[in-house]
């Protein structure tokens, strides 16, 4: 058991992402007994105290209200730095607030500069960590950068460029949080260790894959940042492609931080370039009407604050991804993503091909394909659909289900993804991060899509209704492939 030392250094600490998931995270870590001597400055422009400052990490953590001395032990270690972002004496006067808590903690100059803030001043802030000297100091020094990593590949180049100036690569940590999901990492493990599937995980032996993330939420006070985004740019440029190139990539030679991420950003490489009249072809493009969600009545997108009435902002995307290398030829690889659908859940369907032919279901026809599903979140777990004898006098076969719940075995609340990424960070494992080759290649491979859509107007939004499953065109998708989306409800 590490116990990795650090001054962390969470900029944008007065914001959401710091208090919903980071200081909760590494309270976790810290109730396990899991950190060493630690640090944390909260750096925002807000002017606090200290005081005011740890009693906001105290809310956030434990919101209830119990006093305990752990947690008082835990928050005492939280210190507040008012900053300007682009004001060198301000990073001047925080360089040597860090100074004297490396001392006072023993830190060995070890430093963690995490970025929950705007992403437009990400470029600005690693810059000034060089320049004003924050990254001098004798440990090691790495930086967690949020999402989004730049809107397309031109503007996450030049991110790349201003942070690679005073970080090196392998101390840049991007976070993708799906990366975090126990169920995601798990995606390795099922394939890897298990001989029943790898010798079958090929276009020989598989059909498809879907992938489906799908939000009941929608997009809540985002609106300015998500009419600029769109499901495309918010969620398959990261999180469904991350989990693509998981399910696709070929066996690594260890386990290793590069031998895995060089398989990732091979399977990006293998991924068919989308181009121009081809676009509608493969993907499809959705926005939500009002609807009923839970039996409440919700907005359309177009009605939402922050939204132009007008937006042709997508909601929701399905598209059938190629990967154009040995093993995947032929098996389209498709994604579904969506906000105000009918459920939240992430699920991955491994849809295995037929027998050559149905011996036992020539009446009924009820014999279904074999199918792996990964069940990401809410639950977490995995089944395999068999066909099995049904009972009874004759030969007929029914599908019979295998399940197995992460949770329901384990007996243990699996942590949080960024509970993970956090330890991660600080024992310096970048597997679970995205390399900059994987951000390149994936931007370019949305980029052509979103040239189209950006270029042509949809005409019909919104197309589909709250609650629902996404537009039809999502379904006319698959159909046409010969195939249909598996219920992931
Ligand atoms: C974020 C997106 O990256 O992922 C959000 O910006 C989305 O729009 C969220 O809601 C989904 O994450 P999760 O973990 O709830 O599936």
Redesign the pocket.
């Known amino acids: 058991n590490e116990k990795p030392t650090a001054l962390i250094m969470i900029f944008g600490a007065t914001g959401d992402l710091a208090k919903r998931k980071l200081f909760p995270s590494l309270y976790r870590l810290f109730e396990k007994d899991r950190l060493g001597d630690f640090a944390v400055i909260g750096v925002a422009r807000r002017s606090l105290t200290n005081d005011e400052f740890q009693t906001s990490v105290n809310q956030s953590v434990n919101p209830e209200g119990v006093e305990n001395d752990k947690l008082k032990e835990f928050v005492s270690k939280f210190y507040y730095h008012s900053h300007d972002v682009t004001d060198s004496d301000s990073y001047a006067s925080l360089n040597t607030v860090a100074h004297e808590l490396d001392n006072q903690y023993n830190l060995s100059g070890n430093r963690i500069f995490y970025l929950a803030m705007a992403p437009e001043f990400f470029g600005t802030i690693a810059e000034h960590l060089k320049t004003d000297g924050l990254t001098d100091a004798h440990g090691f020094k790495r930086l967690v950068i949020e ?1 989004p990593f730049g809107h397309d590949l031109e503007s996450a180049k030049k991110l790349n460029n201003q942070i690679r100036t005073a970080f090196t690569e392998d101390e840049i940590y991007r976070i993708d ?2 990366l975090g ?1 126990e169920m995601v990492q798990n995606i390795e493990v099922i394939r890897f260790a298990n001989s029943i599937f790898e010798p079958l995980w090929n276009n020989r032996f598989i059909s498809n894959i879907q992938v489906t ?1 799908s ?1 009941t ?1 929608g997009v809540e006070e ?1 609106g300015r940042y ?1 009419e600029k ?1 769109g499901a495309l740019r ?2 398959v440029q ?2 469904m492609l991350q989990m693509v190139s998981l399910l696709a990539m070929e066996p690594p030679i260890s386990l290793t931080t590069d031998e895995i991420r060089s398989e990732k950003v091979r399977v990006f490489r293998a991924l068919r370039p989308i181009k121009g009249n081809e676009v509608n072809e493969y993907f499809v493009r959705g926005q939500y009407g009002k609807g009923l969600l839970e039996e409440k009545k919700v907005p359309a997108y177009n009605e939402e604050d922050m939204v132009d009435p007008e937006s042709n902002t997508e909601t929701f995307v399905a598209g059938k991804l190629m990967i154009d290398n040995f093993r995947w030829a032929g098996v389209p690889f498709y994604i579904r993503t969506g ?1 105000r659908m009918e459920a ?1 859940t ?1 699920k991955i369907v491994v849809e295995f091909k037929d027998m050559p032919m149905d011996l036992y279901n020539r009446q009924e026809g009820s014999v279904r394909p074999n199918l792996l599903v990964i069940h990401i ?1 809410p639950e977490e777990g995995i089944t395999l659909y068999l066909n099995a004898k049904k009972a009874g006098q004759f030969m007929n076969s029914t599908p019979v289900k295998l399940s197995y719940a992460n949770k329901g075995i384990d007996g243990l609340n699996t942590p949080e ?1 960024y509970e993970k990424l956090l330890y991660d960070c600080l024992r310096g494992d970048a597997t679970n991060f995205t390399h900059w080759d994987e951000v390149a290649l994936s931007w370019s491979f949305v980029d052509n899509i979103s040239a189209v859509w950006e270029k042509e107007k949809e005409q019909n939004f919104p197309n589909y209704e709250a609650g629902s499953m996404g537009p039809k065109a999502a379904d006319a998708l698959l159909d046409k492939d010969g195939h249909f989306w598996w219920p992931v409800t």
Request: cysteine-free; proline content about 0%.
């Open positions: 999402k949080h799906y999901k993330s939000e939420l985002r998500y985004s918010d969620m990261n999180h906000k939240k992430t979140q993804a």
